[in-house]
């Protein structure tokens, strides 16, 4: 069965400095994908970037990249210079291919300071 | 194009109480998604469609049915509200299979059931 976990339930970062979010899983098929999700104190559900199992580079978009070690099953999100509008909760997430079920992760509430 | 639309945005149900969770999507997406999230913490999948006509259960389907006639509706169905199903409900949809599929969120319906 498929498992999303994320250790960090909060984290307390300084402005500007970068910050690593955790997220391991697992599952039996070759074929997935990984997603981070950033949802703010407003509800809504924003994508920030995607990993396919068979990318062979680690995805980037703007700040975030995601540092992908597929034998340890690892996918952590990394925010370069981090802002106050970063203060969310992130989700991280997997689709197994196989079946199209797309689960999530407990989240880490991230709290960004001045 | 409005995305992903949910009504109501906020109920207040009696234990008991019945009521239909509405969801439509205007991309002409195949597959679409109900989760719940409670209080601090992740998305759970209640149940998942890939296509008209074709519903399957996710993590938590207990206390809840879905259909699928159109492409663009996915609604959910509770039949006997119970307080364990307050929580927030999210309806996601993503075109289909494989690469960057991210999905698109509403943006969720409050429910409270006393």
């Known amino acids: 069965a498929q498992k999303i976990t994320q250790t960090q339930p909060g984290m307390f970062v300084q402005e500007k400095e970068a910050v690593t979010l955790d997220c391991t899983y697992d599952t039996s098929d070759p074929s997935y994908g990984l997603f981070w999700y950033k949802q703010p104190s407003s509800g809504e559900m924003i994508f920030l970037i995607y990993q396919g199992s068979y990318d062979q580079q680690n995805a980037t978009e703007g700040r975030y990249s995601l540092n992908f070690q597929k034998a340890r099953k690892s996918a952590n999100l990394v925010i370069s210079a981090s802002q106050l509008g970063d203060s969310a909760m992130y989700f991280c997430a997997m689709r197994d291919i196989r079946d199209d079920k797309i689960i999530f992760g407990k989240g880490t509430r991230l709290h960004i300071l001045p | 194009n409005a995305g992903v639309t949910q009504t109501p945005k906020f109920r207040i149900l009696k234990i008991g109480q019945s009521m239909t969770l509405q969801c439509t999507q205007d991309m002409n997406h195949n597959y679409m998604y109900w989760y719940r999230q409670d209080p601090g913490m992740g998305l759970k999948l209640i149940y998942y469609?890939?296509?008209?006509?074709?519903?399957d259960k996710g993590e938590v389907p207990n206390g809840y049915n879905v259909s699928r006639s159109t492409t663009e509706d996915f609604p959910l169905r509770l039949e006997l509200a119970a307080p364990s199903q307050t929580s927030v409900y999210f309806c996601?949809?993503?075109?289909?299979?494989?690469?960057?599929?991210?999905?698109?969120f509403g943006p969720g319906t409050r429910l409270l059931v006393l």
């Open positions: 996601a949809s993503s075109y289909g299979q494989g690469g960057q599929e991210t999905q698109y």
């Open positions: 469609s890939v296509g008209a006509g074709i519903t």
